[in-house]
């Protein structure tokens, strides 16, 4: 839809609706901002009404010409989405790729679908036999070949009803880098005796020709309080006593200003002196109370525990799940038993055969602490040695971190919105649109949030915004990928009724021809002729006088006609009718 003005410009639906396939408003630490399709204005208030600008005005008065198009459709397909899974985004390990294909017609189609790797043609699907307004997925399977941020897009081969939709695009960062701190008590002149080395070997695997998802750091607890901690995502705390009243605190800030804290239990970590810690913390550094320490024994009735339970509702377990043998061959001999029900928010991940939890999270404010109750060493568990434990730690620190396959996708016409928390004076943003022109623009402080916020309204082009804090303390590029609207495929059209009262009080006009506009754009500039109402007038009461005058005139009786002469009576009577 676009509204009129001096070039009476008209806009065209294939639905029959007002939207086009950019038009639809949807929308990143990056944010997308969701919006459902407009309701139906209220009525202003007279105070409010008069408080209108005489711009919003004169807006109102430019109408909208609405074209049906649903005249006669074509057969159209379109990519409707893409869903992108990876066990972590690591360069050389296996990606899927899930496109879904959508028939909008009403009779069974047969098609292509490829992949496209920066530019570059990946694979080709088989045919696809899609039923009529049926869906079918096809996924691929793929691996970049180098670290970074990579554009993607899944294309249908061939011509349709609609060009539009036959691509969906999407974005996918490998090799991030991202900044992870391992703190333990002391490191040792044999690296095999430090309590973190299985952590620091699942963390950073060595990989042939280098390159790593994850960029670790050795620190010692008393690194916490002097340690730029904001410059890690993720802090993985490794059998620490319990800390000083000035780590604690320097600690308890990083969580509640986004950090996330992980405590992996072992002979240094006692009960008591961590729920003291806790408590003088304002309960903001572990995501229970600890209750106390099990050893596997005689006494317990069993030589170990073993892991019972995963919940695959958290994304970084999902995978794990399967086959049950990857992780009931956990073998554990100590832990400590936590009290997930006396923290409000707990949430259990991982439980052995007794019940009692192992695995423990918590969201604290902008942050989140999670509590491994067994050792990542052999004398508590096999944890370390079984084929879990790398995928574990490195699903649950991309988790944390937010960097799980680091994609960001929204709808055409929706902002893109950046957040920078930590900056409290503007700073410039470098956009570049699938168009290829460098915007740079401000930041800008908004109401009730926190530091600085970047908005960009101009997305109405499908393709990828690469945008870059030119300034501050974050710099990192940051891909959109823009896609239209996937409802914009189905074929519904929406009357005219409903559509006029989406508009509120914007005149709406529908065009008469859609074959031929000059009409509907020559009444709007001229108004409407009042001739052919007038001529109609006139014709219904000349038809309807000369209709009233046979009726009413009487007919001549037949002494009348016996005074007219014999051979003249045949044309009386034809004359008196």
């Known amino acids: 839809v676009a509204r009129t003005e001096s ?24 944010s997308t901002e969701a919006d459902s399709p407009p309701s139906p204005p209220a009525p202003l208030p007279e105070q409010e009404q008069g408080d209108e600008s005489e711009a919003e005005r004169q807006g109102r008065k430019i109408p909208v010409i609405v074209v049906d198009c649903h005249r006669n459709p ?12 990876a066990a972590v985004p690591v360069a050389g390990l296996p990606v899927k790729a899930a496109a879904e294909v959508y028939n909008a017609s009403s009779v069974a189609q047969q098609r292509l679908v490829k992949l496209l790797l920066d530019e570059a043609e990946e694979a080709t699907s088989p045919v696809l036999n899609i039923p009529p307004q049926g869906r079918v997925t096809h996924t691929f399977m793929f691996s970049f070949k180098r670290g970074g941020l990579h554009r993607g897009e899944v ?41 973190t080395f299985y952590v620091e070997q699942a963390l ?38 319990a800390l000083d009243a000035d780590a604690a605190e320097r600690l308890r800030q990083y969580i509640e200003n986004g950090g996330h804290v992980v405590w992996i239990c072992g002979d240094n970590v006692q009960p008591d002196a961590y729920n003291q810690m806790n408590q003088q913390a304002k309960m903001g550094l572990l995501p229970a109370p600890l209750l106390d320490l099990r050893t596997a024994g005689a006494e317990q009735g069993k030589d170990a525990w073993n892991v019972a339970f995963l919940d695959k509702k958290h994304k970084a377990l999902m995978s794990l799940v399967e086959p049950p043998s990857l992780y009931q061959s956990v073998l554990v001999y100590k832990y400590v038993r936590t009290d997930p029900k006396a923290a409000p928010g707990a949430w259990v991940l991982a439980r052995l055969d007794d019940g009692e939890p192992l695995l423990v999270t918590r969201k604290i404010q902008r942050g989140s602490v999670t509590l491994l109750g067994t050792s990542c060493h052999v004398g508590w568990t096999n944890l ?7 995928p574990l730690l490195a699903r649950l620190t991309f988790d944390l971190a937010g960097a799980e396959q680091a994609y960001h996708t929204t709808l055409a016409g929706s902002p893109l919105v950046l957040n920078f928390e930590e900056e409290v004076r503007p700073i410039t943003v470098e956009v570049i649109p699938p168009s290829g022109t460098q915007n740079r623009l401000p930041t800008h402080g908004e ?21 870059r804090p030119l300034e501050g303390t ?30 509120g009080r914007t005149e709406v006009v529908f065009a008469e021809n ?34 009233l005058s046979n009726r009413l005139t009487p007919e001549p009786d037949e002494d009348e006609l016996s005074r007219v002469p014999p051979g003249l009576r045949r044309l009386a009577k034809k004359g008196a009718a």
Not at 74 to 85: F, K, M, R, T, Y
Not at 447 to 467: A, C, M, P, S
Request: aromatic share 10%; glycine share 6%.
């Open 514 to 547: 859609p074959e031929d506009l000059t009409a509907t754009l020559k009444s709007i500039r001229e108004g409407k002729s009042l001739w052919t109402l007038f001529l109609s007038l006139v014709l219904t009461v000349l038809v309807f006088e000369v209709f």
């Open 7 to 30: 070039s009476m410009g008209v806009a065209e639906a294939s639905d029959g609706s007002s939207t086009t396939p950019f038009a639809k408003p949807q929308g990143a630490t990056p």
């Open 204 to 241: 950073s695997p060595a990989r042939a020709g280098g390159g790593w998802a994850l960029r670790v750091t050795t620190l010692t607890a008393k690194d916490l309080v002097g340690e730029p901690l904001n410059a890690y995502a993720v802090l993985y705390c490794v059998n620490l006593p």
């Open 74 to 85: 074509q057969p159209n397909c379109a990519v409707q989405g893409i869903d992108l899974e």
């Open 384 to 390: 370390p040695r079984r084929p879990i434990f790398l």
């Open 155 to 195: 294309r249908l081969v061939g011509d349709d009803g609609s060009k539009f939709d036959d691509r969906r695009f999407f974005t996918m960062e490998v090799d991030q880098g991202i900044p992870v701190a391992v703190v333990s008590t002391q490191r040792h002149e044999i690296r095999y005796l430090n309590d």
């Open 474 to 503: 974050k710099t990192k590029q940051i891909a959109f990928s823009v896609n239209v609207d996937p409802d914009e495929a189905i074929p519904t059209k929406i009357e005219q009724e409903d559509l006029k009262e989406r508009f």
């Open 447 to 467: 109401e009730n949030q926190k530091g600085q916020v970047f908005r960009y309204d101009d997305t109405h082009d499908v393709g990828f915004y690469l945008l």
